[in-house]
Structures are given as structure tokens and as C-alpha cells.
């Protein structure tokens, strides 16, 4: 097996999902490799949180297929999801269970071995800076600290391709400073998806843009390209966002 197959973890093909009046998604094609961090942008209504849910197999595409390292999501659900971990964007937290109890069972879901189990929650716990915390009360930690114990159960059993869903979503500068420097860490022996409407955030955070309008994917590009030619990520994302926004405006 050559190098480049070890380390693609995610291959998108012709991937489409149709609603009964509409395609949310049409026919897109992507892949990722490890250590990338990729910004999936889109404005409401894009096909962005379609794709994830078919990423993640929580929706089943109409056509397409998703390989995660190499596995079959649609054929091999269960193996596959071994190599996934997913943070939606309300993070799916019992909030009655402490820190540790949590994170337990997140690795247990996840297949993590019986004898590695308190080492994968231990690592996990420091890695998303919650230390300290393993007795606490999910519900009485603030939204920063929750947000991180929702990556945390997304990681914990070590995955390759990691999805998240506005992550700093509700959080402070120094909230959003920490996930910035967490995802970072994570790239380096992950792929990583990272959804946002924050332009900036993408522009900080990601190596890669991908930008879908309308189901489609209109711009896939690294952000080391996008910064050589001196182009501003806003004008990009607004110029193939708006200007088929209202057809009959243009046909005036």
C-alpha cells in the first residue's frame, strides 16, 4: 500500500441526497488526508449539515458513498465509525452524568478495550484541558468547559477523522482561543472537519476551505493558496454565495 493510500482517511464520492421537492445535496466529491484541517462554509440552506449527518452515517444518501479509511460507511457501519468521532452542534451531553462517568461511556460506545479504558479517559480529560474536573457534574460546568467535554467524547477513543460542528459557537475569545489550539493538536495525527459561519474562524483555524451553495461544492482550495494571491476569503465566500442567490433579479 503507497503512502498516499495510508494516509487518505475520507473519500467522498458522487455523494447526493434528495429531499421530495428538492437535492439538498448534489453529487459532490471530496477527499482528506491526514493531519488536514478542513473549513466547511456555507450560508443556511448549503447542504452543509446534510453532508455531515451523511458523514457521520446519521442520514443515508440517496447516491454516493463514503470511505473512512478505506471502510464503506453505508456497508460496514460499525467499522467504519471505529475510525470516526463526531461533535454535532448542540453536543449530545447528559447533563446529570459527571465528567469521567460521561467520558466512560463515550469510550465504551466507541469500542475502546476494557484495559485501556481509564488511560483513553485520563488522556482524553488532560488533552481537552479538563483536568481537574473528572468529578464534576456536566451540568453544573459552563458552556465553555461543556463545549470541551462534547470534543472530548469525540475523541476519545483516538479517531482519524474528526467532524465538528460549530464548535465555538457561544464561546468568549478565550474559550474560542482554547478549541483553536485543541483542533491544532488534533490535526496531527487526524483529519479534521471543522463547520463554522465565522469566516475568520476558518482563516485561523484550516488549511483548506470548501465552500457549498445550494448543494453543490463551488470552491475547494488550500488557504496557503488562497493567501499567496492575495485574495480575502469573505469576497470569495460572498461573490459564490450571491451572485445566483436571486435568479430572476439577474435576469432583469
Same mark, same amino acid.
Given at each position: 500500500?503507497?503512502?498516499?493510500?495510508?494516509?487518505?482517511?475520507?473519500?467522498?464520492?458522487?455523494?447526493?441526497?434528495?429531499?421530495?421537492?428538492?437535492?439538498?445535496?448534489?453529487?459532490?466529491?471530496?477527499?482528506?488526508?491526514?493531519?488536514?484541517?478542513?473549513?466547511?462554509?456555507?450560508?443556511?440552506?448549503?447542504?452543509?449539515?446534510?453532508?455531515?449527518?451523511?458523514?457521520?452515517?446519521?442520514?443515508?444518501?440517496?447516491?454516493?458513498?463514503?470511505?473512512?479509511?478505506?471502510? %464503506?460507511?453505508?456497508?460496514?457501519?460499525?467499522?467504519?465509525?471505529?475510525?470516526?468521532?463526531?461533535?454535532?452542534?448542540?453536543?449530545?451531553?447528559?447533563?446529570?452524568?459527571?465528567v469521567d462517568e460521561y467520558l466512560r461511556l463515550a469510550a465504551t460506545l466507541?469500542?475502546?478495550?476494557?484495559?485501556?479504558?481509564?488511560?483513553?479517559?485520563?488522556?482524553?480529560?488532560?488533552?481537552?484541558?479538563?483536568?481537574?474536573?473528572?468529578?464534576?457534574?456536566?451540568?453544573?460546568?459552563?458552556?465553555?468547559f461543556q463545549q470541551r467535554v462534547g470534543i472530548a467524547q469525540a475523541i476519545?477513543?483516538?479517531?482519524?477523522?474528526?467532524?465538528?460542528?460549530?464548535?465555538?459557537?457561544?464561546?468568549?475569545p478565550n474559550q474560542i482561543r482554547e478549541v483553536r489550539h485543541l483542533i491544532?493538536?488534533?490535526?496531527?495525527?487526524?483529519?479534521?472537519?471543522?463547520?463554522?459561519?465565522?469566516?475568520?474562524?476558518?482563516?485561523?483555524?484550516?488549511?483548506?476551505?470548501?465552500?457549498?451553495?445550494?448543494?453543490?461544492?463551488?470552491?475547494?482550495?488550500?488557504?496557503?493558496?488562497?493567501?499567496?494571491?492575495?485574495?480575502?476569503?469573505?469576497?470569495?465566500?460572498? %461573490?459564490?454565495?450571491?451572485?445566483?442567490?436571486?435568479?430572476?433579479?439577474?435576469?432583469?
Amino acid at each position: 500500500m503507497t503512502e498516499e493510500a495510508v494516509n487518505l482517511t475520507l473519500s467522498v464520492e458522487n455523494l447526493s441526497h434528495r429531499y421530495s421537492a428538492f437535492t439538498g445535496v448534489n453529487s459532490i466529491n471530496f477527499e482528506m488526508r491526514r493531519g488536514e484541517v478542513l473549513g466547511l462554509l456555507g450560508p443556511n440552506g448549503a447542504g452543509k449539515s446534510t453532508t455531515m449527518r451523511m458523514l457521520t452515517g446519521n442520514l443515508a444518501p440517496s447516491t454516493g458513498s463514503v470511505l473512512i479509511c478505506g471502510v %464503506d460507511l453505508l456497508k460496514n457501519p460499525d467499522t467504519a465509525k471505529i475510525h470516526l468521532g463526531y461533535l454535532p452542534e448542540i453536543p449530545p451531553l447528559y447533563q446529570n452524568m459527571s465528567v469521567d462517568e460521561y467520558l466512560r461511556l463515550a469510550a465504551t460506545l466507541h469500542r475502546v478495550a476494557s484495559h485501556c479504558l481509564e488511560s483513553a479517559v485520563i488522556e482524553t480529560r488532560h488533552h481537552c484541558g479538563l483536568d481537574g474536573r473528572g468529578r464534576q457534574i456536566i451540568g453544573t460546568l459552563s458552556k465553555g468547559f461543556q463545549q470541551r467535554v462534547g470534543i472530548a467524547q469525540a475523541i476519545v477513543h483516538n479517531p482519524d477523522v474528526i467532524i465538528l460542528d460549530e464548535p465555538t459557537s457561544g464561546l468568549d475569545p478565550n474559550q474560542i482561543r482554547e478549541v483553536r489550539h485543541l483542533i491544532g493538536a488534533l490535526a496531527t495525527h487526524s483529519s479534521v472537519i471543522f463547520s463554522t459561519h465565522i469566516l475568520s474562524e476558518v482563516e485561523n483555524v484550516c488549511d483548506r476551505v470548501l465552500i457549498m451553495h445550494q448543494g453543490d461544492i463551488v470552491f475547494d482550495r488550500k488557504m496557503g493558496d488562497i493567501h499567496q494571491q492575495q485574495i480575502h476569503l469573505d469576497a470569495i465566500f460572498t %461573490d459564490l454565495t450571491q451572485k445566483h442567490e436571486n435568479p430572476e433579479e439577474q435576469r432583469q
